[in-house]
């Protein structure tokens, strides 16, 4: 059980080889890039190896400060490439994950951890879908394992929208743009914040040894986005850089269906 949770005593690292690939000309805009979190430092080693890296940040400071520091933290670094921020608020259809959260909507009445964690992600996707496939880029889906842990029957995705179902691949079977989900395990990061109360400080007292880094969480991350093609699955559920079994509801094709023609209606009046 607690292996699979991915926790720092069984982490995976990417393989060296993989660090050695040249981003020059290549784009990744990388949501909820900002400083202490996994997205930061999936960032900035894209940035380290030339790549053209678009932070997406909810505030000009955090966008600002990570920026900042990436450069500075790579300074003097040869074949290093371009880091620019963008001001972003995915749940204003907020970038990156939030978990655990108190109930609220967002200014459009949604549930703000479905609105954060899917929906809002799920826009700015479609928004780019051209650009996406016109360099036949790759999609990257950082999930929960709390999909598999926590959702048993269709019952519990009707009512728990924190994990609610992944689509792991576009409606056009000849699309050219890859796709990959992950799970990044325990990480050490500002997700866990929202957790309240004397239990939960106690299990977060407990567990946080065990928890990975920010850079140990990023390795899966780093593993789909750099891997060549032809040894990944595109459309597969990776944890610990290597394929994994997804949440049983993963392929049911009439949840897929429900899921995009749900949350195409919702975001409608954006596109």
Request: glycine share 8%.
């Amino acid at each position: 059980m607690l292996k699979s949770l991915g926790l720092a005593w069984n982490q995976a690292m990417v393989r060296d080889e993989l660090f050695e690939v040249d981003l020059s000309g290549k784009v990744c805009l990388v949501t909820g890039a900002t400083i202490g979190g996994i997205g930061y430092e999936t960032a900035k080693k894209m940035y380290q190896l030339g790549c053209h890296v678009v932070v997406v940040c909810r505030s000009d400071k955090n966008g600002k400060e990570a920026c900042d520091l990436m450069e500075k933290e790579c300074s003097g670094m040869k074949g290093i490439g371009i880091v620019e921020y963008m001001l972003m608020d995915l749940s204003d259809l907020k970038s990156a994950g939030v978990m655990a959260c108190p109930y609220n909507v967002t200014a459009q009445g949604i549930e703000i951890q479905f609105a954060t964690n899917h929906l809002g992600h799920f826009l700015l996707t479609i928004s780019l879908m051209e650009l996406i496939e016109k360099v036949a880029g790759r999609i990257i889906n950082v999930a929960s394992i709390g999909s598999k842990l926590y959702v048993s029957s269709e019952n519990d995705i009707n009512s728990f929208s924190s994990f609610s179902l992944e689509i792991r691949n576009f409606k056009s079977s000849n699309s050219k743009v890859s796709t990959f989900t992950l799970h990044p395990g325990g990480v050490k990061t500002n997700l866990q914040k929202s957790h309240n109360g004397f239990a939960a400080e106690i299990i977060n007292w407990i567990l946080n040894p065990l928890f990975k880094t920010p850079y140990e969480g990023a390795q899966t991350s780093l593993q789909v986005a750099l891997a060549p093609l032809s040894q990944l699955e595109n459309g597969g559920y990776y944890m610990e850089c290597q394929l994994d079994e997804a949440s049983p509801f993963a392929d049911d094709v009439k949840l897929q269906d429900t899921l995009w023609e749900t949350s195409m209606t919702l975001v409608k009046d954006y596109l």
